[in-house]
């Protein structure tokens, strides 16, 4: 498998660690974690502050800047791009929400940059004639997203409706697929009874007959979603409701990665989107429309170059 370098942004609301072998007053230019393993370059996450940080002076940097931007650099190995965007986002999540614990304030990806093909780079420095793979997040979504109708932007006096509004947001500002899917889940539920209103809302002791007072799911709304405004089957609705609980319960036969993608996340992302624009009254075939939210090649702009031969022609011109 070859070495794969992703350069992204991260908002880090701390400080930067100063090593033991920098002394006070010296530069944090960057500082690494490295997992355990045999080779300390793979799954290795570099920290590089945007703002000069001096170790053992946090008064340099104001409180809006301290510590706050890093350019975060995440080394995987993989055979193909696809799974080396899922390792090396996979790791820079798993790192910040580790970090995020500790200390107690919240940690993201900002932006992606460029992910590249480690191992081929360094044999064309080497001199090589080999083909370098670069992909480019780039900012692909700004043009393909004008801004909506104003005459859309009243907002929901239904309290349930605005805060499905908020977990949808959540699930598209997310990078991990499970997250995504468990805050459209989220959204779903919530809207559900604004659209059809359950009979029975609690649980009954199976035994006594009693109220167990236990909200029942919320499920009547959705299966008029699914059946009547987008005409698929019901059975849709125990598709999702399967992978909701696998994901929260956990498959014990196998760890779970959170970058995969739940198999009805698509599904799951047009019967939110639906219901939404239903309660919102707005037409099915009208804005929003459903996209991708996966990062796979389609979405990465893609370039390679012949290093040596690049070299030569820039020499003679």
């Known amino acids: 498998m070859d070495k ?18 920098i002394p006070d007053g010296s530069t944090i230019h960057s500082f690494s974690i490295v997992q355990p393993g045999p080779d300390p370059e793979i799954n290795r996450v570099k920290l590089i502050p945007q703002k000069a940080h001096i170790k053992g002076s946090p008064e340099a940097l104001s409180e809006v800047d301290r510590g706050r931007l890093y350019d975060v650099e995440v080394i995987v190995e993989a055979d193909t791009l696809q799974m080396a965007i899922d390792k090396s986002l996979a790791l820079a999540d798993k790192t ?32 090589e004639q080999v083909q370098e793979e670069i992909g480019s997040f780039g900012e692909m979504s700004l043009l393909d997203h004008p801004f909506p109708p104003v ?31 468990l805050s459209f889940y989220i959204a779903l539920e919530l809207v559900s009874p604004v659209i059809r209103a359950d009979e029975v809302s609690t649980h009954r002791c199976p035994h006594c007959g009693e109220d167990t007072k236990i909200p ?8 008029f979603i699914i059946t009547d405004v987008l005409g698929k089957k019901a059975s849709l609705y125990n598709r999702l409701a399967k992978a909701r609980a696998k ?5 014990r036969s196998k760890p779970s990665d959170p970058r995969a993608a739940p198999e009805e996340l698509g599904p799951l992302t047009e019967v939110v989107i639906a219901a939404l624009k239903h309660v919102l009254r707005l037409g099915q075939e009208g804005l929003p429309l459903p996209r991708p939210f996966d990062v796979d090649p389609e979405r990465v702009v893609l370039y390679v170059a012949f290093r040596r031969a690049r070299a030569e022609s820039s020499a003679d011109g």
């Open 4 to 21: 794969w370098l992703l350069k992204t942004e991260a908002s880090i609301p701390v400080t930067p660690p100063g090593p033991k072998e």
């Open 96 to 127: 910040l929400d580790l970090l995020s614990f500790l200390i107690q304030r919240p940690c993201y990806v900002t932006r992606c940059r460029e992910i590249a093909n480690l191992s081929r780079r360094r044999a064309a420095d080497a001199g």
């Open 151 to 181: 005459e859309l932007l009243t907002l929901p006096d239904n309290e349930q409706v605005a805060r499905a509004l908020t977990w949808f947001r959540k699930g598209i500002a997310v990078n991990s697929a499970e997250d995504r899917f």
């Open 216 to 223: 029942k799911v919320r499920r009547e709304g959705i299966l």
């Open 247 to 251: 994901i929260v319960h956990g498959d």
